[in-house]
């Protein structure tokens, strides 16, 4: 680190926010981080279903393992947690220890997850040609029918019930995918699972993301998956340590 850089942070490298203001008693409750991936019936069976159709899809853009990933409960280790985010600094995305600056990197999210390092970037900008199969190009049709029930369609114990296709119980077989119902599996993890969004809902921010994985496409999703953890331990150190704010803090 150049030496100017160096004298600038000696003294501010971690975000003292979390020894000041910050307060623990969050971290006591049964489910300290609300949008903390848990795993349903509904979810397993709706990803074994989707695994026979998509599966050999998935490794090749290389998503299998981030999704087969929630097929068994993550349990937080809460005390781990808070103490590694009393060394974040948000200034420059690290946990600053004695022995020098320790981080996650765009490789972590390839070894760890098998997220693609390289790929076109995922950003607002990322708009998903309405194809056949579009949940994106298909929702306003769908809100329109179902009036004010819409919004309730997003929650996640509606979305399966609605978006989801059951497979016959008396004889084991498959039944035909839904019209959207890739789509609509792809938007249900990116929001419930892998960005834990804060609204705890589906959220259509992630509806041309999906998009484009259902159609097959390979994205950068690794950096896309790092910033958002960035972002969501800035959070929660500048909050007073409180881990209500949702994103992914399973993956730190």
Known sequence: MPEMLVAHLKNNLVDLLAFDGGDFQDWNVARPQPQWPTSTSDWEKWMSRMEHFFGQQWKDQ????????????LVMDRSLLAAALCFWSSATNTMNL???????????????????????????????????????????TVAKLAGSKAKNMLNYSSFYSNFGVEDSADDDSIA??????????????????????????????????????????????????????????????????KPKHGGPLWAF
Not at 108 to 122: C, H
Not at 180 to 188: D, K, S
């Open 98 to 140: 004695r022995f020098g600056m320790m981080t996650l990197t765009v490789l972590d999210m390839v070894a760890l997850f098998g997220l693609s390092p390289l790929g076109v970037e995922v950003n607002a900008a990322l708009v998903a040609p309405e194809a056949e199969g579009s949940f994106k190009a298909a929702w306003p």
């Open 62 to 73: 290389g998503i299998y393992h981030l999704i087969k990933l929630f097929d068994r409960p």
């Open 176 to 241: 035909p995918l839904g019209e959207v119902e890739h789509a609509a599996f792809l938007l249900y993890w990116l929001c419930k699972f892998m960005f834990c969004t804060q609204a705890n809902k589906i959220t259509l921010e992630f509806a041309h993301l999906a998009d484009y994985l259902a159609q097959g496409e390979r994205r950068a999703l690794g950096p896309f998956l790092l910033g958002h953890i960035y972002r969501t331990l800035h959070d929660v150190v500048t909050d007073g340590m």
